[in-house]
């Protein structure tokens, strides 16, 4: 059960990072060394506008959090292992990806996020994975003009013609 | 008469059998996105726009546009029978059309959805037509400070009408002005904000922040609370056909509907949430039954239906005539777009007639297509329903990921997927909209431009946006919008104490 209190937290953190980027926004600008020109504006004026405004934001959103109207009111059922679990997922990929190639690493993240979905049958969902990306990657590498990694089944796959 | 000359010109590129197969492909992948929940029009576009790199752009855009309609028509289905819909613009039908397959009459709400859906989008695509080249007129006493002011404008009011608090809103369409930030800036050639990473140097790309956001972001939040939402499927019982009772209340919402939703799309007034709210309260206020309303009255499923249609043809207009976005797939159109190095506004009219009344020729096939796969058809879209959740979104992932890596062959890309796919859950979470975020990105570095090249004309006199009548006009309404709501608040507030 995530409450009204852990919300505001939360609320307080979005806040936090809109004026957190705003001020980093600024303050690149400022830092930014820009060559001398002619041009009526240059590339600074849209950078300080921006970190402006989310500066002015984001002191706003931290008073709605502690003073105003938050989301869900009255309090949100959030689930976290899931998230966590698809997060790495995702992670993995990337780390595999272009060792291992598309249809390994796609395979195992269709795996992942469907057991984090709470899918019993982790075989069968491997299974289905490996032929979704699969034939994903049949389509890509020979039908369009696309290249996803082939990886360690390289031996195994006939070149894009 | 040059325009009906245009449109049968149009209709010839359209008909042709190659871009009759895309508008096919397009209505059929955009019902099915459209039925399908987690997946949208938006996210589709954008996961589509690698992959029809090579293909013809009149092809493609056809095809785009079918799917932007489609998952209009899809989406009902998903509302009407499972409660959940499909896209925010069904979220109405949900509330009647629910109650009615609860009552056994799923069908006949299905049939109302689709009849109305045809009828607005054939009627919208009509105004359409005339309405687009009448803003290319206009289109053409614009310079950029006008441009740039009604770039403000359509940034300003897809903020303020989008969730119920003005300081998300915009939080979420500066989050999105600031990563348009990001990359050479190309006036001067400087480049802002790459941290010293080569790949940031051309900016971040359109399609990574969409699918970051709608998918990745949308699927941990729907993974957060799976365990929390049961959904119940109501299956399809008996004749699908309308009675005359049916007949008789739904054709007046059908007609009502489509005029509040093409001009509150072409308005830079922003998605197709507002229509479909506006047509269910006034269907409610003119009905001889009001407290049917909630418990299955087919006119509140006949009237949004039909404006959720008729508002996509009307976000068309702008973003043909003027290349103003009004919604986050009509952004993610014109990122594809300049994709193909094309520049929509009344040059695109002149040097590609063919692309432009092509497609909105194509919008006339595809909506008589899409009335024959939805209403006959059904049955088997209600099956994509039975998928089972834990595929569904592990596939939208899979997805997701490939078409982020084949923008560039990056790993890069994936990683900047992930940090946005969490920042989109914690915007899900804390209600921020992301729509304003991905308007902000792709009309932000426009604006910019627009803005420099307004100082450039004046010579650096910033008068310019005060001393054109029609930039000032511009102005004048975005100021309006953003500050009514505040004021109104303050005004209730003092009322109150």
Redesign the interface.
């Known amino acids: 059960m995530t409450t009204g209190r852990s919300l505001r937290i939360g609320e307080s953190v979005l806040g936090l990072c809109v004026l957190g980027l705003g001020l980093f926004i600024a303050l690149q600008t400022f830092r930014m060394k820009v060559a001398p020109i002619h041009a009526a504006v240059g590339p600074r004026l849209f950078p300080y506008l921006i970190g402006a405004g989310l500066i002015v934001l984001g002191i706003l959103v931290l008073r709605e959090a502690w003073f105003g109207r938050i989301a869900h009111a009255e309090g949100v059922e959030l689930d976290w292992p899931p998230v966590g679990i698809i997060a790495a997922g995702l992670v993995l990929q990337m780390l595999l990806l272009e060792r291992l190639g598309w249809i390994l690493a796609g395979g195992l993240l269709f795996m992942v996020v469907a057991r984090a979905f709470g899918s019993p049958r982790v075989h069968l969902d491997a299974a289905l994975g490996l032929v979704l990306a699969g034939l994903i990657f049949v389509l890509f590498n020979y039908g369009l003009d696309l290249r996803l990694p082939a990886g360690i089944l390289a031996p195994l796959l006939a070149p894009a013609g | 008469m040059e325009t009906l000359a245009a449109l049968g010109h149009g209709f010839a590129v359209a008909l042709t059998p190659y871009n009759l197969l895309w508008a096919l492909v397009g209505v059929t992948v955009g019902t099915a996105v459209g039925v399908l929940p987690g997946i949208g029009p938006a996210l589709t576009v954008a996961l589509l726009l690698?992959?029809t790199?090579?293909l013809d752009p009149t092809a493609a855009f056809i095809m785009f546009g079918g799917i932007y309609y489609g998952a209009m028509y899809g989406s009902s289905t998903t509302s009407i029978l499972l409660n959940t819909p499909g896209e925010s613009g069904s979220i109405v039908t949900a509330i009647d059309g629910h109650a009615m397959a609860r009552q056994g009459r799923g069908a006949q709400a299905l049939a109302t959805a689709a009849i109305g859906s045809f009828i607005a989008g054939t009627i919208a695509t009509i105004a359409l037509t005339f309405v687009a080249p009448a803003m290319v007129r206009l289109a053409l006493l614009f310079g950029p400070a006008e441009y740039f002011a009604l770039m403000v404008l359509a940034l300003t009011t897809v903020t303020a009408v989008l969730g119920n608090?003005l300081?998300?809103g915009?939080?979420s369409l500066?989050?999105g002005?600031?990563l348009g930030?990001v990359g050479i800036?190309l006036?001067?050639g400087?480049a802002?904000?790459t941290l010293g990473i080569p790949e940031l140097l051309d900016g971040i790309d359109t399609v990574i922040v969409a699918v970051g956001l709608f998918a990745?972001g949308e699927?941990?939040y729907v993974?957060?609370?799976?365990?929390?939402e049961t959904e119940e499927l109501y299956a399809l019982r008996g004749s699908i056909w309308l009675s005359r009772e049916d007949w008789a209340r739904s054709w007046k919402p059908w007609l009502r509907g489509t005029a509040l939703g093409f001009p509150i799309g072409a308005l830079p007034a922003g998605g197709t949430e507002i229509p479909t709210f506006l047509s269910y309260l006034l269907e409610k206020r003119l009905s001889k039954r009001p407290e049917e309303f909630g418990k299955g009255a087919i006119e509140a499923v006949a009237g949004p239906e039909a404006a959720n249609n008729a508002s996509v043809a009307g976000t068309m207009a702008p973003l043909l005539a003027l290349g103003l976005p009004t919604s986050a797939t009509a952004a993610i159109m014109l990122a594809a777009f300049q994709q193909y190095g094309l520049q929509p506004g009344p040059l695109l009219f002149e040097s590609n007639p063919g692309l432009v009344w092509g497609l909105i020729a194509s919008l006339y096939i595809g909506n008589a297509l899409l009335l024959v796969l939805n209403l006959p058809l059904v049955g088997l879209w209600v099956r994509l329903l039975t998928i089972?959740?834990?595929?569904l979104?592990?596939?939208i992932?899979?997805?997701a990921?490939?078409g982020a890596?084949?923008l560039n062959?990056n790993?890069f890309d994936?990683?900047l997927?992930?940090v946005i796919?969490?920042i989109g859950?914690?915007m899900r979470?804390?209600?921020?909209p992301v729509a304003p975020c991905i308007v902000g990105l792709i009309l932000?570095p426009l604006a910019?431009q627009q803005?420099?090249r307004a100082?450039?004309i004046?010579?650096?006199d910033p008068s310019v946006f005060v001393t054109h009548p029609l930039a000032l006009l511009l102005f004048a309404i975005a100021a309006v919008l953003l500050l009514t709501p505040a004021v109104l608040r303050y005004r209730q507030r003092r009322l109150a104490s």
Request: net charge positive; glycine share 8%.
């Open positions: 690698p992959v790199y090579n608090s300081v998300r915009l939080s500066f989050l002005l600031a930030l800036d006036q001067t400087q802002r904000f990745v699927t941990l993974a957060a609370r799976s365990r929390y089972p959740k834990p595929w979104y592990a596939g992932l899979l997805f990921t490939m890596y084949t062959n790993v994936l990683i997927l992930w796919g969490l859950f914690g979470v804390l209600e921020v932000g910019e803005f420099r100082l450039a004046s010579q650096g």
